[in-house]
């Protein structure tokens, strides 16, 4: 089973994207949902993650403020919701199920079931 991240693309600084995970053959609620990405040249990094059992959202330090993470349980999706956007931003993108939010932002090579990410490049 894997997810799918798609919503990627060419931004200019300041701007928004809305970045869709999606899953076939189980249910995203029934699971912590994290986002994370990875730029050339660095390190995995935890972005944010909502809880299967009551929807409470966290954030990297580097987002708070800027990104919202959310659920749409009739579709069967996740999103987050990206805003003022920065260079910094531009990464990979992925969409994975995790144990714990809180571990999963501070490691997230602990994230399971990603698939396919999604490219976010903030330029002007």
């Known amino acids: 089973v894997q997810l799918q991240a798609s919503g990627g693309g060419l931004v200019q600084p300041g701007g928004s994207l809305r970045l869709s995970c999606a899953a076939s053959?189980?249910?995203?609620?029934?699971?912590?949902i994290i986002w994370f990405r990875q730029a050339p040249g660095k390190e995995r990094e935890g972005v944010s993650c909502i809880r299967r059992s009551n929807d409470n959202t966290y954030y990297s330090d580097s987002v708070k403020g800027r990104f919202t993470i959310s659920r749409d349980n009739a579709k069967n999706v996740v999103y987050l919701q990206m805003n003022s956007l920065k260079p910094e931003d531009t990464a990979v993108y992925y969409c994975?199920?995790?144990?714990?939010?809180?571990?999963?932002?501070?490691?997230?090579?602990?994230?399971?079931?990603w698939g396919q990410g999604t490219l976010v490049t903030v330029s002007s």
């Open positions: 053959g189980f249910t995203l609620d029934y699971y912590n």
């Open positions: 994975a199920t995790v144990g714990l939010c809180g571990n999963g932002l501070r490691y997230p090579k602990m994230a399971d079931n």
